[in-house]
Nanobody
Framework: QLRLVESGGGLVQPGGSLRLSCAAS????????IGWFRQAPGKEREGISC????????NYADSVKGRFTISRDNAKNTVLLQMNSLKPEDTGVYYC?????????????????????WGQGTQVTVSS
């Protein structure tokens, strides 16, 4: 059974940092593009970052560029999202997803329909 589990969310003050983890079971993450998405209260889910299977292609939404860093830890079958300088508008449920339809090594994009395995999400709240 293919499964993704996010962790690392929580409550943090503005300007603080969190590191989210996306751990896989039942399959090896390094063959797939991995995306991070978030859904703020009352808003649609949006893509914020992705990393392709080789790790050589990474993309960020403009809203998080320069503050968030996505990376792979293949030894732990995990993808990380380091979030620094957090703002209240970063509040939401964060999801990771694996795209099994991308060609190996192909560039990634945060197109939700291209991702077919999703985690259950982890809540991030940025508030003073």
């Amino acid at each position: 059974q293919l499964r993704l589990v996010e962790s690392g969310g929580g409550l943090v003050q503005p300007g603080g940092s969190l590191r989210l983890s996306c751990a896989a079971s039942g399959f090896t993450l390094d063959y797939y593009a991995i995306g991070w998405f978030r859904q703020a209260p009352g808003k649609e889910r949006e893509g914020i970052s992705c990393i392709n299977s080789s790790g050589g292609n990474i993309n960020y939404a403009d809203s998080v560029k320069g503050r968030f860093t996505i990376s792979r830890d293949n030894a732990k079958n995990t993808v990380l999202l380091q979030m620094n300088s957090l703002k209240p508008e970063d509040t939401g449920v964060y999801y990771c997803a694996a795209g099994t339809t991308w060609a190996l090594g192909a560039p990634c994009a945060t197109l939700q329909y291209k991702y077919d395995h999703w985690g259950q999400g982890t809540q991030v709240t940025v508030s003073s």
